[in-house]
């Protein structure tokens, strides 16, 4: 006679809030033999405020689960604005770049608030207004306990005043140093002190000069300008180069140094501002006896990238009205961004940051353009 078998009821392992789900083995120190692989829940151990403790045999004795609280962690990048290019000069510096992106992560505390401050880009200088050195970048900032991080403005680049043709102000120091001025024998650009040095003049003859230094990028030093060769050709040396960050999950390059003021009648090109956002440098085309031909004004550095304007003219012919190439060129405003474990996010700001927590999983990412705080 055939055996006839009952079967139980099919259990489903995926069932949600319920009894009837897969459960882990529970009772006390295990007895009998075990085998690699085993899991159980031994009820005579406590575990970080548990009456019992998860714990798995890997093949020789049973180890236990520990609860471990990940530290709050954060990583940066936190740009100062870039600075202003100068008159009759050099292209402003990139602001200072900072960033602990791949690196040593910055430990916040739990109910802290970190307070963010994004720096301005140094200011241009108007043709109607007097001619100074010029301005620098603003510092951009994150700070909070256990955290102070401070990114240096970019340096102003270097001034000529034209009309007298005796004063001279270098390059100036900052994040990235501004170029050096233009026509002068003596141009030196300013030193970074966060990124790269400004542009040289290049050197000046008794009948050429040479065109003003480019401000230095984040990545790159700015490129010197150069002198007259076979006709009048006052070339400006470029921005330089800003650097590249993955931080938001996409390569982006910021931080270039606006390019120097280029003085020549007919085959002088326009100094380029560094990648990352760097502004065009302004270029005097043609004049005769002090009537202004033709000229090209001088580009702003793009906004949140920290990077410096380019040298305009902004300066009077002799004592006359006429202007060489426009206005020198403001710098670019700073960022700061900041990454976070979506886990690990409490989702508390203020100043209105862009968030974004769907482009890398499991991360949120807060781009700061203007100054507010983040609270862990």
């Known amino acids: 006679m055939a055996l006839t078998k009952v079967k139980a009821e099919s259990v489903d392992l995926n069932r949600a809030n319920s ?9 006390t120190a295990f007895s009998g033999t075990p085998v690699e692989g085993m899991m159980r829940n031994d009820t005579t151990q406590a575990s970080d405020g548990s009456a019992s403790t998860m714990q798995h045999y890997d093949g020789s004795a049973w180890k236990n689960f520990v609860n471990v609280d990940l530290p ?22 990139a602001g200072g770049y900072l960033t602990n992106f791949g690196g040593t992560k910055s430990v916040l505390t739990a109910g802290a608030t ?15 207004g007097t001619r100074t050195v010029a301005n620098p970048g603003v510092n951009s900032s994150i700070s909070g306990t256990g955290v102070s991080v401070t990114s240096t403005g970019g340096g102003g680049g270097g001034t000529l005043i034209w009309a007298s043709n005796t004063t001279e102000y270098p390059g100036q120091t900052g994040g990235s140093g501004g170029g050096a001025s233009s026509m002068r024998a003596t141009g030196v650009g300013g030193s970074g002190t966060q990124g790269n040095d400004g542009g040289d003049n290049g050197g000046s003859t008794a009948s050429n000069y ?6 230095g990028g984040a990545g790159a030093v700015g490129g010197d300008g150069q002198g007259a060769t076979g006709g009048s050709a006052y070339q400006a040396g470029n921005g330089g180069n800003g650097l590249a960050s ?17 003085y020549g009648n007919g085959v002088a090109s326009v100094g380029t501002g560094g990648t990352g956002g760097g502004g065009a440098g302004g270029r005097f085309v043609s004049e005769t006896n002090g009537s202004l031909s033709s000229f090209s004004n001088s580009v702003d550095g793009s906004t949140n990238t920290g990077s410096g304007g380019g040298s305009g003219s902004a300066n009077p012919y002799q004592s006359g009205p006429t202007i060489y190439g426009g206005d020198t060129a403001s710098g670019g405003s700073g960022v700061v961004i900041l990454r976070i474990l979506t886990s690990q996010y409490t989702g508390t700001t203020t100043g209105s940051p862009t968030v974004d927590n769907s482009t890398v999983p499991g991360t949120t990412i807060l781009i700061f353009n203007g100054s507010g705080s983040y609270t862990a």
């Not at 009894?19 to 009772?27: D, I, K, V, Y």
């Not at 040479?210 to 401000?215: A, D």
């Open 210 to 215: 040479p065109g003003g230094g480019g401000g």
């Open 246 to 262: 993955s931080i938001t999950g996409s390569s982006v390059t910021r931080a270039g140094g606006g390019a120097g003021f280029t």
């Open 19 to 27: 009894e009837s789900g897969l459960r882990m083995p529970t009772g």
């Open 114 to 128: 970190y307070t963010v401050t994004i720096g301005g880009g140094g200011v241009k200088q108007t043709a109607t």
């Open 72 to 93: 709050l962690e954060m990583e940066y990048l936190c740009i100062a604005g870039g600075g202003a290019g100068g008159s009759w000069g050099g292209g402003g510096g």
